[in-house]
């Protein structure tokens, strides 16, 4: 059995649940993926499962997604209630505009689903040879990323379905990793394999991948280059400079877009249409991830 409701949150004074969806009648716009910085699912369940989490009455998320079929997915919250995974610090909106009131907050707008992963390369945490070069969205911390099991990308996939069952108008440009809706606060999830996730959720290949070419600082400037924005710096400069962060500021205004200088997942979208739809980015440093430990 690969759901499991053991680890349900009751909703209840004092714990991170809200019923239903605002407002009253309505129903989620997008899906927050997270990375839960943690090893395994049962120190997720322990934060944040369960009536008695350590995270009790703070946070919260829809489902964690363990890394292999053994640990399974654990459901939190029904999909019909609100669980309380982002709103802290958070100054985007799900569409990557800016909010404009507390209405806005994740918490009160996405579906929030933890997938199991360690996250950035630390001290407890050592890069391994296929981890993945990645930025912020800001694009000034550069890290590596512990890559999603071929098991859990299945058990994502699983997930999704469960998810666009219940609320079938989510198409795949809802969904975003908590770093866009937290810029500069969270780095989660950088790296994420959105492209292979969204194509088995709603079956379709011909889903563009508009996330991997630009995880790296690198891949951004070859797409901003391809797009005529410059002067920028040499390709071979891994790092986000001002040259960088003005072309990208011009693009955005070019595009009606808030001129912020953040890379978010709704900013990519817009390369990918700027580009003809028809990304053809060349091969990213993300294949030579230990290149960039250097
Ligand atoms: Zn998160």
């Known amino acids: 059995m690969r759901f499991s409701d053991e680890w349900m949150i009751p909703v209840a004074p004092g714990q991170a649940v809200d019923w239903g969806w605002a407002p009253s009648g309505g129903a989620p716009k997008a899906v927050t993926w997270h990375w839960t910085a943690t090893a395994d699912l049962a120190r997720c369940d322990a934060l944040i499962g369960g009536a008695s989490a350590e995270r009790q009455g703070r946070a919260s998320a829809h489902y964690g997604i363990g890394r292999s079929f053994e640990e399974g997915i654990h459901r939190y919250v029904s999909l019909a209630n609100r669980s309380w995974h982002a709103g802290k610090n958070q100054t985007l909106r799900w569409d990557g505009r800016p909010m404009e009131s507390e209405d ?137 400079t001002r040259l960088d962060d003005l072309a990208l500021r011009r693009f955005q205004a070019d595009q009606d877009h808030q001129p912020d200088g953040l890379w978010t997942t709704a900013v990519s979208w817009k390369v990918w249409e700027a580009q003809g739809g028809n990304i053809s980015l060349p091969p990213d440093s993300s294949s030579h991830p230990l290149d960039d430990r250097a």
């Not at 407890?124 to 512990?146: H, K, N, T």
């Not at 998810?163 to 440009?173: A, D, E, F, S």
């Not at 563009?208 to 040499?234: E, K, N």
């Open 104 to 240: 806005d907050k994740g918490a009160r707008t996405c579906i929030g689903v933890e997938t199991v992963n360690v996250g950035f390369a630390r001290d407890e945490f050592p890069a391994d040879r296929d981890w993945i070069s990645a930025a912020s969205v800001d694009g000034r911390r550069r890290m590596l990323v512990q890559p999603w099991t071929e098991e859990q990308v299945e058990l994502m996939i699983a997930v999704g379905w469960e998810i666009i069952g219940r609320w079938p108008h989510l198409g795949p440009r809802d969904h975003h990793g908590h770093h866009d809706l937290c810029p500069g606060y969270k780095l989660d999830v950088a790296g994420f394999p959105f492209a292979r996730v969204l194509r088995g959720i709603y079956q379709d290949e011909s889903i563009p991948d508009v996330w991997s070419g630009v995880w790296t600082p690198r891949g951004r400037r070859a797409a901003l280059r391809q797009l005529r924005y410059g002067p920028l710096p040499p390709v071979d400069v891994d790092v986000w």
